[in-house]
């Protein structure tokens, strides 16, 4: 199974040294950030459902950024979610579409300012949209990718 994902990553990554201007060295500043929002989309996403059962049960008022933040660490908009993102048509810009949603949650994540990438309009639509179905299928929470020996492409210029 990890062969599979690595062997899909390795090839996103040959569809990145073709079809962007970044260098090999800039790789995984784009694809840590989209693993990011996959894991941080898939924890908010849990603690929605559990604030959403707490406030059914009570009169009190809506689930707040604070209500997020206080459980996981953090607020995600709906238009910077993972599943926003992968939901977005072929034709979208996905890559502004990426940028806005890391700026969004800098915006409401103080602790994240100016620390997420923002490059992806770098990245042409076709490989970023393959980047996130290989992440979609292939990251899942109960095992861990095998990020080591992607990551490791930073280093080299090619296979």
Known sequence: MNNHI?????????QLWANSSLRPSEYSGPVLGLIFLKYADYKFGKVAAEISGDYKTSSRRS???????????LFIPDHARF??????????DIGKAINDAMKAIETENEDLRDVLPKNYQR?????LFELIRVLSSSLTT????????FTSISSESSR
């Open 123 to 127: 990245i042409d639509n076709p490989t």
């Open 63 to 73: 689930p707040s950024k604070i209500d997020f933040q206080s459980r996981i660490g």
């Open 142 to 149: 109960s095992k861990v990718m095998p990020l080591g020996r």
């Open 83 to 92: 599943s926003y993102l992968k939901s977005l048509p072929e034709g979208a």
């Open 6 to 14: 690595e062997n899909r990553l390795w090839a996103t990554a040959d």
